[in-house]
């Protein structure tokens, strides 16, 4: 980054804003639960709550430095190019500091980036997710402050990239195209093809091996490719890599399906000209999230709760783990999507962030029940706990008189 104002590190000022983050998103009944052994039973609920969930270093990281620079510029005017994490709880809590948001209006709604309104002097956060190569330049040069929250894992896969694009090879994606990661990682390839999953990587493979309607394949994957993507030169090498929050057994499917397809199409002489291995850049923590739920549903459990932001890639994942298993799951984002009474607002597994919700009444039941609790890596305690508290308040009521 050519920015002299370029920084990555911070200010030197976590131990000064440690208290205030603890005191607004640490606390309640979550360290009661993790010394109980991750078990935790008031009235007729039992909770299991998952042995690892909500803050990961990189989000921690990433709400320290915003709280760092907020201190460090106490009259600047501060800009981040997106929601710094996938929380509501914590995006909101940034705006009552100041912050201003480049990618919503007024309204809170989505709009396109205008960079050209940040004025000479002021301060520029990039969020946890980071920030494509375009947004990049147009900060460049500029007399602009930059602090750059990128997380590592991130900035791992970028460089993985990196690598295919030094190779000419095809980077293939795998991750949701219109998440502020993906959308990144992709600005940092010349060439590139998101897929969303399983299915989909299939479908390119026959594609490699069997051909087909070069019209078909770009209109389904329409949003999803570099420009002037061509099927039939453009899928001769690649290379797989990877939304860092996406299901890391997915991930691994994918690379050995590609892997197999160049294999078969290529022979085993000539693989390494067609296809480069991604190694592990499924971020640590987003693995740590996923084996705990895989380890929660293994209890006998009534119901699982699957706390975080509706756009949060991670927390979806962890919920699709639950529905997976055959439990019924609700993800919500905070305490506000239960009741009024014996009712819960939350969000499908396939429902886009912004809706159509859910609304299921009678959902808790009054006999005794064990609930799965969990959260996603943007979630602080604090909603968890808030969440929990509402849950046996909920069930005491459904049991008085």
């Given at each position: 980054m050519a920015n002299p104002s370029y920084n990555r590190?911070?200010?030197?000022?976590?131990?000064?804003?440690?208290?205030?983050?603890?005191?607004?998103?640490?606390?309640?009944?979550?360290?009661?639960?993790?010394?109980?052994?991750?078990?935790?039973?008031?009235?007729?609920?039992?909770?299991?709550?998952?042995?690892?969930?909500?803050?990961?270093?990189?989000?921690?990281?990433?709400?320290?430095?915003?709280?760092?620079?907020?201190?460090?510029?106490?009259?600047?005017?501060?800009?981040?190019?997106?929601?710094?994490?996938?929380?509501?709880?914590?995006?909101?809590?940034?705006?009552?500091m100041g912050i201003k948001?480049?990618?919503?209006?007024?309204?809170?709604?989505?709009?396109?980036?205008?960079?050209?309104?940040?004025?000479?002097?002021?301060?520029?956060?990039?969020?946890?997710?980071?920030a494509a190569v375009k947004e990049m330049e147009a900060l460049e040069n500029r007399d602009i402050a930059i602090v750059d929250t990128t997380c590592p894992w991130v900035a791992r896969v970028w460089n993985r990239v990196a690598k295919y694009e030094n190779a000419n090879f095809t980077a293939i994606i795998h991750g949701k195209y219109a998440h502020e990661e993906t959308i990144a990682t992709a600005s940092r390839?010349?060439?590139?093809?998101?897929?969303?999953?399983?299915?989909?990587a299939q479908w390119v493979c026959d594609y490699i091996l069997?051909?087909?309607?070069?019209?078909?394949?770009?209109?389904?994957?329409?949003?999803?490719?570099?420009?002037?993507?061509?099927?039939?030169?453009?899928?001769e090498r690649v290379g797989v890599a990877n939304q860092t929050t996406m299901l890391q057994g997915e991930t691994e499917q994918i690379g050995k399906l590609f892997e197999r397809t160049m294999l078969e199409k290529y022979g085993p002489q000539a693989l390494s000209e067609h296809y480069m291995s991604a190694g592990d850049t499924i971020c640590n923590a987003t693995q740590e999230r996923q084996?705990?739920?895989?380890?929660?549903?293994?209890?006998?459990?009534?119901?699982?709760?699957?706390?975080?932001?509706?756009?949060?890639?991670?927390?979806?994942?962890?919920?699709?783990?639950?529905?997976?298993?055959?439990?019924?799951?609700?993800?919500?984002?905070s305490p506000n999507r239960i009741g009024p009474g014996n009712r819960i607002e939350h969000k499908p597994l396939e429902a886009s962030h912004r809706g159509p919700f859910t609304v299921e009444e009678n959902w808790l039941p009054a006999h005794p029940v064990k609930i799965g609790i969990t959260s996603g890596a943007s979630t602080p305690d604090r909603v968890v706990s808030e969440i929990l508290e509402k849950v046996f308040m909920l069930h005491e009521m459904l049991n008085a008189g």
């Amino acid at each position: 980054m050519a920015n002299p104002s370029y920084n990555r590190k911070g200010f030197g000022l976590k131990d000064q804003v440690r208290p205030e983050i603890v005191a607004e998103y640490d606390g309640g009944l979550i360290p009661q639960i993790r010394e109980q052994g991750y078990k935790y039973q008031r009235g007729n609920v039992t909770v299991h709550l998952a042995e690892a969930f909500g803050f990961c270093w990189g989000v921690d990281r990433a709400v320290s430095m915003a709280y760092e620079t907020r201190r460090h510029y106490p009259d600047k005017t501060i800009w981040i190019t997106n929601e710094i994490i996938h929380n509501p709880m914590v995006n909101a809590k940034l705006k009552e500091m100041g912050i201003k948001f480049l990618d919503l209006d007024e309204q809170d709604n989505p709009k396109i980036k205008d960079l050209g309104i940040v004025g000479e002097g002021d301060v520029v956060i990039l969020p946890a997710f980071g920030a494509a190569v375009k947004e990049m330049e147009a900060l460049e040069n500029r007399d602009i402050a930059i602090v750059d929250t990128t997380c590592p894992w991130v900035a791992r896969v970028w460089n993985r990239v990196a690598k295919y694009e030094n190779a000419n090879f095809t980077a293939i994606i795998h991750g949701k195209y219109a998440h502020e990661e993906t959308i990144a990682t992709a600005s940092r390839a010349h060439c590139y093809l998101t897929v969303l999953n399983l299915e989909e990587a299939q479908w390119v493979c026959d594609y490699i091996l069997h051909g087909g309607d070069k019209a078909v394949f770009l209109a389904k994957f329409e949003h999803a490719h570099s420009l002037n993507f061509d099927p039939d030169v453009d899928l001769e090498r690649v290379g797989v890599a990877n939304q860092t929050t996406m299901l890391q057994g997915e991930t691994e499917q994918i690379g050995k399906l590609f892997e197999r397809t160049m294999l078969e199409k290529y022979g085993p002489q000539a693989l390494s000209e067609h296809y480069m291995s991604a190694g592990d850049t499924i971020c640590n923590a987003t693995q740590e999230r996923q084996d705990a739920m895989l380890k929660l549903v293994e209890e006998p459990l009534e119901l699982i709760i699957v706390v975080g932001g509706f756009n949060s890639s991670n927390t979806s994942h962890l919920h699709e783990i639950g529905l997976r298993q055959g439990f019924r799951s609700y993800h919500i984002d905070s305490p506000n999507r239960i009741g009024p009474g014996n009712r819960i607002e939350h969000k499908p597994l396939e429902a886009s962030h912004r809706g159509p919700f859910t609304v299921e009444e009678n959902w808790l039941p009054a006999h005794p029940v064990k609930i799965g609790i969990t959260s996603g890596a943007s979630t602080p305690d604090r909603v968890v706990s808030e969440i929990l508290e509402k849950v046996f308040m909920l069930h005491e009521m459904l049991n008085a008189g």
